[in-house]
């Protein structure tokens, strides 16, 4: 019965181990704000369509981003959202 705990615990803190290295994995991904597309921008956590239409929008009037922070210059993306998304933003 012990051996049977044991092995039940084990399992389940592996699992939660998996889950949260995904969870990390999924975070890194980089998105770069002068080629991405509406789709591309919208997996940026708090971009939704309308909001990744005028980061389109935006740069193509003004030409590329020169910095991750110029992101912030478009309607609809405040600090928070600029906060929560900056280790995922490149620009290249």
Do not use: C
């Not at 990390?24 to 770069?32: I, L, S």
């Amino acid at each position: 019965m012990v051996r049977r705990i044991v092995t039940l615990s084990v399992l389940a803190a592996l699992l939660s181990f998996a889950s949260v290295g995904h969870v990390v994995g999924a975070a890194v991904e980089k998105v770069n704000i002068n080629t991405a597309s509406v789709k591309e921008l919208q997996k940026l956590d708090g971009i939704g369509r309308g909001v990744a239409q005028r980061i389109v929008e935006y740069r193509e009037a003004n030409g590329p981003f020169k910095r991750g922070e110029d992101l912030r210059k478009v309607e609809g993306v405040g600090a928070a959202t600029w906060e929560r998304n900056r280790e995922r933003i490149v620009v290249k």
